[in-house]
């Protein structure tokens, strides 16, 4: 989802499933456990969304930790 001003970019609940591979409990497994350091949701009308910049930035975290511990990358 695309702000109209186009600054920033918006990632229903749904795509963040399907973009991770995971189910709907995963996702409030990681936001309730401080050890993941998943990033928190924007909350419009009820619904989470997530910036894209942020998700991005776990997944460059989540690598270069991986990375600096030889894990190959598994569940959170």
Known sequence: MKKENGIQDLVPAAEVCAKFGV???TLRRWLNDPRVDFPRPIRINRRRYWRLADLNMFIERRAQ????TGKDGGDA
């Open 23 to 25: 189910v709907e409990m």
């Open 65 to 68: 930790r991986d990375t600096n």
